[in-house]
């Protein structure tokens, strides 16, 4: 089932993992989408805010983001630029470690996990690597962070997917509504609107 088009706002609440909300608005923007949000957060003693700036391309491959995050550290501001085919530019200067990844990916943001499952378009049974441009809390590092998603047949009118990061060891099972935005993210966030 292809996914309908995306709401004007949406929102989740952090659990678990960390105390904190996130806001996002979605638009289209000439032959892509511009999403825009902003998460807040509380986890181990720090306190931060996020807000983010993504541009999508008509397949929705990342083609650039700005995030800025303040915490007790101070501001700090990433600018992220990708030519949709797995290169990238970290404020300006060349990525070779992102090589492959066609999304970001914010640690802060349960939103970014709409970006693979809408650019891959898997039907249930497919498996697909996701390697991600991975945006760390609250400094702003970015790193690749290798992903899986694997599509499991659809439950209630939701997509559903087996996702991995084996670096963090972590696995989960995402629910996704008809618009393709998270519902439920284990031990990370539910959609709270």
Same mark, same amino acid.
């Given at each position: 089932m292809p996914f309908s088009a995306l709401p004007?706002?949406?929102?989740?609440?952090?659990?678990?993992?960390?105390?904190? #909300?996130?806001?996002?608005? #979605?638009?289209?923007?000439?032959?892509?989408?511009?999403l825009s949000g902003c998460t807040t957060g509380a986890e181990?003693?720090?306190?931060?805010?996020i807000s983010y700036a993504i541009e999508l391309d008509q397949t929705w491959a990342t083609r650039s983001a700005r995030i800025t995050g303040q915490s007790a550290a101070g501001i700090r501001r990433a600018?992220?630029?990708?030519d949709g085919h797995g290169h990238w530019r970290i404020d300006g200067q060349a990525a070779s470690h992102l090589d492959g990844c066609l999304d970001v990916d914010l640690?802060?943001?349960?939103?970014t996990n709409a970006l693979p499952v809408h650019r891959m378009g898997l039907r249930a049974g497919d498996r697909a690597p996701v390697p991600a441009?991975?945006?760390?809390v609250?400094?702003?590092?970015?790193?690749?962070?290798d992903q899986d998603y694997a599509r499991i047949p659809d439950e209630d009118r939701?997509?559903?997917y087996d996702y991995a990061a084996p670096a963090f060891?972590?696995?989960?099972r995402l629910r996704y509504d008809e618009s393709g935005l998270v519902l439920d993210y284990p031990g990370i966030a539910v959609r709270a609107m």
């Open positions: 004007v706002t949406a929102a989740w609440q952090h659990r678990d993992a960390r105390a904190g #909300f996130e806001v996002a608005w #979605f638009r289209a923007a000439g032959r892509g989408y511009h181990d003693g720090q306190t931060w805010v600018r992220l630029q990708a640690e802060s943001s349960a939103m441009a991975y945006v760390r609250p400094d702003l590092r970015v790193e690749r962070l939701c997509q559903r060891g972590f696995t989960c």
